[in-house]
Nanobody, 122 residues
Framework: QVQLKESGGGLVEPVGSLRLSCKVS????????IAWFRQTPGKEREGVSC????????DYKEAVKGRFTISRNNAENTVYLEKADLKPEDTADYYC???????????????WGQGTQVTVSS
């Protein structure tokens, strides 16, 4: 059974930076495409970034392009989401998701972490 655990959330001021981590256990990360989603109260969970198991291709939603960077370290079984120039609208619970497909597609969701909260406020 694949398990995911997010960490790195917290309170950060606008234009600040934060790095989220998603640690995978129960199987090798190299078999999984990993996506980061975020959710705010009353809204649906939305995919913001993804990195494929196949060649590490990346995808970013328009709202985070140029500010977020996703990367993976298969040896550490960990995926990172570097977030820069944070804005109050980035405030959300962030979740990582793993699926066994070799390409990014936010519609496919197999395993979820428990989430980590990010608050952007002065």
């Amino acid at each position: 059974q694949v398990q995911l655990k997010e960490s790195g959330g917290g309170l950060v001021e606008p234009v600040g930076s934060l790095r989220l981590s998603c640690k995978v256990s129960g199987d090798s990360l190299r078999f999984y495409t990993i996506a980061w989603f975020r959710q705010t109260p009353g809204k649906e969970r939305e995919g913001v970034s993804c990195i494929s198991s196949n060649y590490g291709s990346t995808d970013y939603k328009e709202a985070v392009k140029g500010r977020f960077t996703i990367s993976r370290n298969n040896a550490e079984n960990t995926v990172y989401l570097e977030k820069a120039d944070l804005k109050p609208e980035d405030t959300a619970d962030y979740y990582c998701e793993a699926d066994a497909r070799q390409w990014c597609d936010y519609a496919y969701q197999d395993y979820w972490g428990q989430g980590t909260q990010v608050t952007v406020s002065s």
